[in-house]
């Protein structure tokens, strides 16, 4: 899929997870929030590094069944340029664990991990949305 942000800036964007996308994988769980993730990523090492690490997480949450929250699809997006953006979102399926986990993200366990894949200060965006009934 290609699409183009400014002229002269094409994006190629790949789709590399289903998450809960996945054929029976998300079962009678119901979204009550999602996180929308999005890490910038300078080298295609990194890029490479980040997809892994999604991936082995992705792979241990698809044996949860009944776990309260799930990655959906993850994209990576390149524009001609070494490294790119891997953007995924998150479905929470449990609100009390939402409010408690949704800033987990910021936490010195997640930061090391951002800085070993080769994500730099500020390289990782996150903006949080509600279902609303």
Same mark, same amino acid.
């Given at each position: 899929?290609?699409?183009?942000? !400014?002229?002269?800036?094409?994006?190629?964007?790949?789709?590399?997870? !289903?998450?809960?996308?996945?054929?029976?994988?998300?079962?009678?769980?119901?979204?009550?929030?999602?996180?929308?993730?999005?890490? +910038?990523?300078?080298?295609?090492? $990194?890029?490479?590094?980040?997809?892994?690490?999604?991936?082995?997480? +992705?792979?241990?949450?698809?044996?949860?069944?009944?776990?309260? %929250?799930?990655?959906?699809?993850?994209?990576?997006?390149?524009?001609?340029? #070494? &490294? &790119?953006?891997?953007?995924?979102?998150? #479905?929470?399926?449990?609100?009390? *664990? *939402?409010?408690?986990?949704?800033?987990? *993200?910021?936490?010195?366990?997640?930061? #090391?991990? %951002? $800085?070993?894949? &080769? #994500?730099?200060?500020?390289?990782?965006?996150?903006?949080?949305?509600?279902?609303?009934?």
């Amino acid at each position: 899929m290609s699409s183009t942000i !400014l002229p002269g800036n094409p994006v190629i964007r790949e789709l590399v997870l !289903l998450g809960d996308s996945a054929p029976g994988r998300r079962g009678g769980r119901t979204v009550v929030a999602q996180s929308h993730c999005e890490i +910038d990523l300078a080298s295609d090492e $990194a890029l490479e590094r980040c997809v892994q690490a999604l991936r082995a997480s +992705d792979e241990r949450l698809a044996e949860q069944s009944d776990g309260p %929250y799930d990655w959906q699809r993850t994209w990576v997006e390149r524009n001609g340029r #070494a &490294g &790119g953006t891997v953007v995924f979102d998150v #479905a929470w399926y449990d609100e009390e *664990f *939402f409010r408690q986990k949704k800033d987990t *993200f910021l936490a010195p366990g997640h930061l #090391a991990m %951002y $800085a070993n894949i &080769g #994500a730099e200060d500020g390289a990782v965006q996150v903006t949080h949305w509600h279902k609303v009934d």
